[in-house]
Nanobody, 119 residues
Framework: QVQLVQSGGGLVQAGGSLRLSCAAT????????IGWHRQAPGKQRELVAT???????NYADSVKDRFTLSRDNGENTVYLQMNRLKPDDTAVYYC?????????????WGQGTQVTVSS
């Protein structure tokens, strides 16, 4: 059974850095799309960074030049490196992968990771 397992996150002071990881396990699949989303208290979930197919990452304006999405194809793992963090980055972060299994496409979500940035 395929699942996405997230790690990383935590509490950091403003200006600091964190790295989130998301590993896809439990099956044979092709990764067609990747995304990192976040949801702050009282706000809607927003897309932070995404890659579709073999293209270049796209970032929300609010994180551009501070966050970097990368992937390790051999390990089916994706990362979100977050630098120069701000209190406004405080949220639960979710990874998302669009996987192709047995000829069908499915979207999977990680369990979520809390990121808290103190001022």
């Amino acid at each position: 059974q395929v699942q996405l397992v997230q790690s990383g996150g935590g509490l950091v002071q403003a200006g600091g850095s964190l790295r989130l990881s998301c590993a896809a396990t439990g099956g044979t699949f092709t990764i067609n799309g990747i995304g990192w989303h976040r949801q702050a208290p009282g706000k809607q979930r927003e897309l932070v960074a995404t890659i579709n197919g073999g293209g270049l990452p796209n970032y929300a304006d609010s994180v551009k030049d501070r966050f970097t999405l990368s992937r390790d194809n051999g390990e089916n793992t994706v990362y979100l490196q977050m630098n120069r963090l701000k209190p406004d980055d405080t949220a639960v972060y979710y990874c998302q992968m669009d996987l192709k299994l047995g000829g069908y496409g499915y979207r999977y979500w990680g369990q979520g990771t809390q990121v808290t940035v103190s001022s």
